[in-house]
Each structure stands twice: as structure tokens, then as C-alpha cells.
């Protein structure tokens, strides 16, 4: 129900975006709760595939983080689960790293079926798909 909430979100949001009325909300929250409600909310889904799914913290992460939360987990589960979706086999890893003061360095890394060179270039363009084959 929760991730259902996410995709209308997200839709919602697209449209805002076009319209130039996307509002953020900058809070000071815990940074590791929103990384690892992200990682729960997608688990039973990589665990379903068979695919190993790790989460990795820096100890030196901030207690509290200056961010637009709702945002900053909306970009991690769109993440998430594109690479639950193009990976079958291997693993996933969502890393949060403190690279300085104010900078956060959140990764996801799979061992999925990656993008061709050519489509990268089509990523940020509006509706567009890039075709892909499974391993």
C-alpha cells in the first residue's frame, strides 16, 4: 500500500514538475531512519528474486540531515526498484556515505543488465523508454 503511495506520488509530482509548481520542504530529520526505510520498504522484493540486498551506513553519517526527505525517498525507491526490476541474478547495494560537512553520497549498485551507451543519452527526456534485454 505504502509503494502504491510512492508511484502516485511520483506521478503527481511529474506533473508539478511541469507545471514548474514543485514545492520541496527542506527539514533537519534522521538521514539513517529515511536510507533504511527506504531498504525495508523494498526487501521483501529483491528477497523474492533471489537477490542478495545490502545495506551499507557510514558510521560517520549525521544524526540529523538538512534535506527534503520525502523527496530524497522518492529518488532512492525509484532507484531501488529499477534495479529490483532489471536485476535477475547477483545482488543490489544501497550505500550512504558522509563525503564531507554538508554532502551525502547515497548509491545504489546492481548487478543487473545496465543501459547501452546510446540510450543513456535518452534518460532525462520526457516519456521515453529504453528497450532492454534480460541476461
Do not use: W
Amino acid at each position: 500500500m505504502r509503494f502504491l503511495l510512492h508511484l502516485v506520488n511520483d506521478i503527481l509530482d511529474f506533473s508539478q514538475i511541469n507545471a514548474q509548481k514543485l514545492r520541496m520542504s527542506f527539514e533537519e530529520l534522521p538521514l539513517v531512519e529515511t536510507v533504511k526505510n527506504c531498504y525495508q520498504l523494498v526487501e521483501m522484493q529483491a528477497a523474492s528474486k533471489g537477490i542478495s540486498f545490502k545495506l551499507n551506513l557510514d558510521d560517520r553519517l549525521p544524526k540529523k540531515f538538512t534535506t527534503d526527505h520525502n523527496r530524497l525517498s522518492q529518488i532512492i525507491l525509484n532507484l531501488l526498484t529499477n534495479a529490483i526490476k532489471f536485476t535477475s541474478k547477483g545482488e543490489i547495494s544501497l550505500s550512504a556515505t558522509r563525503i564531507s560537512e554538508s554532502f551525502i553520497e547515497i548509491k545504489v549498485c546492481d548487478s543487473g543488465i545496465g543501459i547501452k551507451e546510446d540510450d543513456q543519452k535518452k534518460l532525462f527526456q520526457d516519456f521515453t523508454r529504453i528497450s532492454y534485454e534480460q541476461k
